[in-house]
């Protein structure tokens, strides 16, 4: 199965600063249709998980613009470029190229 | 709107069973990839089973054998029999339409 690995495991932030995640890809996430299902997930504690991109870099719908994703093959970024007191929660990467979906370990966001 | 509405869940003893259900408006479970993920006390979001569109079927090396997936397109809901549970199956399960779309979760305890 593909491993997905985010660095850090933990980040602390201040209000209204960049915060960026890293997510690597054990192998390729490019679908034999061109396309790369890489997945951002946001999950708060008592909350279900909640879709922020997907492809690498569409924003889901209502996802405000200050969440941003970029990368290719098998390195992926997630930014969020002036963190908010509502973005403290726990932030996966996940990958639905190839079965079975596998998700990274997380990315603890606090203030 | 899409909506996912979970029932199903609670506490069981070992060796016991459960089925999940996740009844689906606004969207159709049987055109698109449905999962089921779940995430144990302190743990990371493990997906332990998904259909695809077509019906195919996957679940983790974990769950296999003692879980099964489905769906009843007359109902738009999809379902989860858990069988021959062990304590660590205890966690909130989600359930996904594409990994777009979650359920509110439900909470299986396997514990005597």
């Known amino acids: 199965e593909i491993v997905m690995t985010q660095t850090p495991i933990s980040s602390p932030v201040a209000l209204g600063q960049p915060a960026s995640i890293s997510c690597r890809s054990s192998?390729?996430?490019?679908?034999?249709?061109?396309?790369?299902?890489l997945s951002w997930l946001q999950k708060r504690p008592g909350q279900p998980p909640r879709l922020l991109i997907y492809k690498v870099s569409e924003r889901f719908s209502g996802v405000p613009d200050r969440f941003s994703g970029s990368g290719a093959g098998t390195d992926f970024t997630l930014k969020i470029s002036r963190v908010e007191t509502e973005d403290v929660g726990v932030y996966y990467c996940m990958q639905g190229t190839e079965f079975p979906w596998t998700f990274g370990q997380g990315t603890k966001v606090e203030i | 709107e899409v909506q996912l509405v979970q029932s199903g869940g609670g506490l069981v003893q070992p060796g016991g069973s459960l089925r999940l259900s996740c009844a689906a408006s606004g969207f159709t479970v049987d055109n698109n990839p449905m999962s089921w993920v779940r995430q144990a006390p302190g743990k990371g979001l493990e997906c332990v089973s998904v259909m695809s569109g077509s019906g195919i079927t996957y679940y983790a090396n974990s769950v296999r054998g003692r879980f099964t997936i489905s769906r009843d397109t007359s109902k738009n809901t999809l379902y989860l029999q858990m069988d021959s549970l062990e304590p660590a199956d205890t966690a909130m399960y989600y359930c996904?339409?594409?990994?777009?779309?979650w359920g509110q979760g439900t909470l299986v305890t396997v514990s005597s």
């Open positions: 996904s339409g594409l990994a777009n779309y």
């Open positions: 192998e390729s996430v490019v679908h034999s249709n061109g396309k790369t299902y």
